[in-house]
């Protein structure tokens, strides 16, 4: 694991955007496996700014996100697939129809599960963003997930409703479920690019880079992935 800590979340954003770039300009057909929330926000501002002005091209690059909320359809303007428009896509020349989220509001959510299963056996990411969760879950793969775990219909914690609720008018509004890639899909990135930031993720980040590996903390899985670099702010840093 290669633990690079910066000052603040504009220098994090900075340095994780540069290792992406630096993928895509290496291969540009390379496949992107892309996350949510507010840490890789940041990142996607740089890799747009990269893209305007130094004229770095998405066109043959295909992206498979992480996850997406049960029941937001692709409009909602707290659906993952709208935050991905609205935050990467839009503003980059990638091919929309390049670009794969699970689909929350599919009819049978286990088929639409081994629909995204089958998909991630071609499209395997040269670089997989994650954020992490406070309670140590990457993608939706709450504690206790097994290590194991494909893509699966997910029972989101009360935490993470709590946590996520703040980009909601209120909680009730918070989707109890959620499609997430599994454990075992993460781990089969051919690397693995977390950005976390902030004390609030100061406790998870500790138990994921030196304590036990265990499904009680999910990213603890990571020091078994042979290529995992974590770019994270000194505050998030602060228990290391
Ligand atoms: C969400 C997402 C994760 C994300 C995490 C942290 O629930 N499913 O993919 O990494 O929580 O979010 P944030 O970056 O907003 O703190």
């Given at each position: 694991m290669k633990v690079i800590i910066t000052e603040n979340y504009a220098e994090m954003s900075q340095k994780a955007a540069e290792i992406i770039i630096?993928?895509?300009k290496n291969n540009p057909n390379a496949v992107l496996g892309l996350a949510t929330g507010s840490s890789p926000i940041g990142t996607y501002q740089n890799m747009i700014k990269d893209h305007q002005e130094n004229g770095t091209s998405y066109k043959n690059v295909s992206s498979v996100n992480l996850d997406e909320y049960v029941s937001l359809t692709a409009d909602h303007d707290q659906s993952y697939a709208y935050f991905m428009r609205t935050n990467l896509f839009d503003h980059i020349d990638i091919d929309q129809k390049n670009t794969n989220l699970p689909n929350g509001?599919?009819?049978?959510?286990q088929a639409e599960c081994d629909r995204y299963n089958k998909l991630l056996e071609t499209l395997v990411p040269d670089v997989q963003v994650l954020g992490l969760g406070s309670n140590g879950h990457i993608g939706?793969?709450?504690?206790?997930?097994?290590?194991?775990?494909?893509?699966?219909?997910?029972?989101?914690?009360?935490?993470?409703?709590?946590?996520?609720?703040?980009?909601?008018?209120s909680i009730d509004e918070v989707p109890r479920q959620a499609l997430s890639m599994g454990i075992k899909n993460i781990m089969q990135a051919k690397s693995i690019l977390m950005v976390v930031s902030g004390k609030n993720k100061a406790e998870a980040v500790k138990g994921m880079v030196q304590g036990k590996i265990?499904?009680?903390?999910?990213a603890s899985v990571l020091q078994l992935h042979p290529f995992v670099t974590i770019v994270c702010d000194k505050d998030a840093a602060s228990l290391l």
């Open positions: 630096e993928i895509v509001v599919a009819s049978d959510l939706f793969n709450e504690p206790n997930t097994p290590f194991d775990a494909v893509t699966h219909p997910v029972k989101l914690t009360e935490n993470t409703i709590k946590d996520n609720s703040r980009l909601f008018n265990t499904p009680e903390l999910p």
